[in-house]
């Protein structure tokens, strides 16, 4: 096969393209392979018929300086709108301030039901949840169980699929943090010189004009300006591997010009690291490919539904706590950036959180359109008949699902990489199996590089352990920080089982791959 000093880049999405960018920028040769048609991962902006749609809501805000250097330097400030944050709850009809204002909240709910609600936490408080180990009990003691089933329970079942009582606590004490109904109250109230422990969001962040599509199609072309490669529609199907040497040699993919074999001094993988495991040849150990099998994923469908502009809305996104629909969230494309939309009309993109083999998923478009227009109309969002076109965007595998046995199964896979193909590097949020957010998952990109082209030893598992939610603005004055995780630990399921190949090796049983469609 040659020798080769150069890199194999799998994935050309925001850890794939900087990985591969800032390789070139010390004259490190780079070949990047894309399984889909376009570029950009889940931070790709999807084009239909004119409309562009931004798969899940992208803000480009970040506390890591080097990140949003890289931004400026691949788009001119031109390309960039700054775009004020504004999100809010829909629940019974009416529209809640997020964060909750007091003010707000009382207006809504009205004053019996007000009352009710301090009735429901003056009882948590006097008898709080016996078991609070898990999201609901944890919640609930801190806001009462009426607040809770109102604000936390419905979205929260929809984003991962089960029952709040069977998720774990650290997950809301990482987001929600010290925060409880009486100091909510309190810092509604008290002037804001006089608030202490005060947790609060960006109020605007920087946004592409074009979406953040427009971020990766551009850094692809750099890439390819300063002579890499990137082949999108190009399947990596194995990565090969020396035993005897530690090291992997060569990937072979599958793409418009056939199946072919291709040699790589360093390999940086943004694919699902369970497909990693999977592609190796010789394949891992048993234990090793258990441990890939019994990782998961929530995946995300978004049906966009093109409307008259009266009926749009300034947030950024509205999430749904109706437990009648299922749409957990929608966008409104428009309130991102005017050049996703049309001029008199604007796109509201409603986001469903779903598994691969659930039936939403297999729902075909067209009844997917319709019942989502039904839902929209049943919000009272919009008038019967104001649809004029829709959509559907699939997006495999945009979560990490974190259940009991997540951490053991990726340090199982880690050490094992680390021993026996030190030369193959995961990055970002699927590579690393952690709900990395953008700029997070381009920082270990960046920091495998420089270990590639500069032999430098940074801990890539450290970007992102122990840090501040990345959206937010901490005035705490006891040092607290969080564990820079933003998803919820969840049940187990019973463990992957192994098949066996032709060639009496154990692999773990894969799932159909679907490209978003």
């Known amino acids: 096969m040659g020798e080769d000093r150069g890199t194999v880049v799998i994935g050309a999405g925001p850890a794939g393209l900087t990985a591969a960018y800032e390789l070139l920028r010390r004259d490190n040769p780079v070949r990047v392979f894309e399984a889909d048609e376009v570029v950009g991962g889940i931070s790709r902006t999807v084009e239909r018929g004119g409309w562009r749609f931004d798969i899940g809501g992208h803000r480009f805000f970040t506390k890591v300086a080097r990140v949003e250097e890289f931004w400026h330097e691949i788009l001119p400030d031109e390309d960039f709108l700054l775009r004020p944050r504004m999100s809010r709850i829909y629940y019974r009809g009416a529209l809640f301030d997020y964060p909750l204002s007091a003010t707000n909240a009382l207006r809504n709910l009205g004053l019996r039901e007000a009352v009710l609600c301090m009735g429901s936490y003056a009882r948590a408080r006097l008898r709080p949840p016996k078991d609070q180990s898990h999201f609901e009990g944890w919640v609930s003691a801190r806001f009462g169980w009426r607040l809770y089933s109102m604000f936390f329970k419905t979205y ?14 650290d997950w809301a004490a990482q987001r929600i943090k010290n925060l409880s109904l009486a100091k909510a109250v309190r810092n509604a109230v008290l002037p804001r010189r006089n608030r202490t422990d ?18 990766w199609e551009r850094c692809a072309e750099e890439v390819r300006r300063r002579g890499g490669r990137v082949d999108t529609g190009t399947w990596v199907t194995a990565v090969h591997r020396d035993p005897e040497r530690r090291r992997a040699v060569a990937v072979t993919v599958n793409g418009g010009g056939g199946q072919h074999t291709e040699p790589a001094a360093h390999v940086v993988s943004s694919m699902p690291i369970s497909e990693l495991v999977a592609a190796l040849r010789p394949a891992a150990p048993p234990e090793v490919l258990a441990a890939a099998a019994d990782l998961r994923y929530r995946d995300f469908l978004t049906v966009a539904l093109v409307v008259p502009e009266e009926f749009s809305f300034p947030d950024n996104w509205i999430y749904v706590h109706d437990p009648a629909v299922k749409v957990g969230r929608i966008q409104n494309f428009g309130s991102w950036s005017p050049y996703l939309v049309k001029d008199g009309r604007t796109c509201l993109g409603l986001e469903y959180f779903v598994f691969e083999d659930d039936e939403t998923w297999r729902t075909p478009d067209a009844e997917l359109i319709a019942a989502a227009t039904a839902e929209l109309e049943r919000l009272g ?26 951490r053991r199964n990726v340090d199982v896979i880690r050490g094992w990489l680390a021993r026996e193909v030190p030369n193959v590097h995961p990055v970002g949020r699927n590579g690393m199996h952690r709900y990395n957010n953008q700029d997070h998952s381009m920082l270990t990109a960046m920091l495998t590089a420089e270990n590639i082209a500069c032999g430098t030893s940074h801990d890539v598992w450290s970007v992102n352990v122990e840090q501040d939610y990345h959206e937010e603005s901490s005035h705490d004055g006891d040092g607290h920080r969080g564990t820079g995780r933003d998803a919820p630990v969840v049940p187990a399921r019973p463990a992957a089982p192994l098949a066996t190949t032709l060639d009496g090796a154990a692999r773990p049983e894969r799932p159909t791959q679907v490209r978003p469609g």
């Open 198 to 215: 005060v947790t609060s969001l960006i109020e605007e962040f920087q946004y592409p004009k074009l979406g953040p599509g427009m971020m």
């Open 381 to 406: 969002l919009v008038r019967p008949g104001v649809v004029e076109a829709g959509h559907v965007v699939r997006m495999p595998k945009a979560y990490p699902v974190y259940d009991e046995r997540y």
């Open 156 to 169: 929260t079942e929809k984003v991962w699929g089960m029952p709040a009582d069977r998720l774990q606590a």
